[in-house]
């Protein structure tokens, strides 16, 4: 097996090993708890932007490791109905920032039930 080959396995067993799928809950989870603080109006006004940037984190960190996996898989990704699943979400979430539809981003809590 030639280092290329050690490499690209290590790379695939590191999107798709247990540490991943660990960080991927732990922003899920993250974000569901910062949806619901900022449905606390007093708590959204005086943490409002420090909530909305957490919130923002989130979606930047788990973007980042599906365009990773996308990357790594490429048009294997498209296979994988978990994966599919997970850039669905994810493009929601962005297309909801961007035309303010904040009735999207609670369906990043799905993500925890995969």
Not at 44 to 54: H, P, Q
């Amino acid at each position: 097996m030639t280092s290329k080959n050690i490499t690209l396995k290590k790379v695939e067993h590191f999107l798709h090993g247990h540490f991943m799928h660990g960080v991927v809950v732990f922003f899920v989870a993250l974000n569901a708890v910062i949806l619901g603080l900022k449905t606390n109006v007093d708590l959204y006004m005086s943490f409002g932007k420090m909530l909305d940037f957490i919130d923002i984190s989130t979606v930047i960190v788990l973007a980042t490791v599906v365009y990773a996996r996308w990357l790594q898989l490429g048009s294997g990704f498209l296979k994988s109905n978990w994966h599919v699943f997970d850039a669905l979400i994810v493009t929601l979430s962005i297309v909801g920032y961007f035309f303010n539809f904040e009735f999207l981003q609670p369906f990043r809590i799905l993500m925890l039930f995969r």
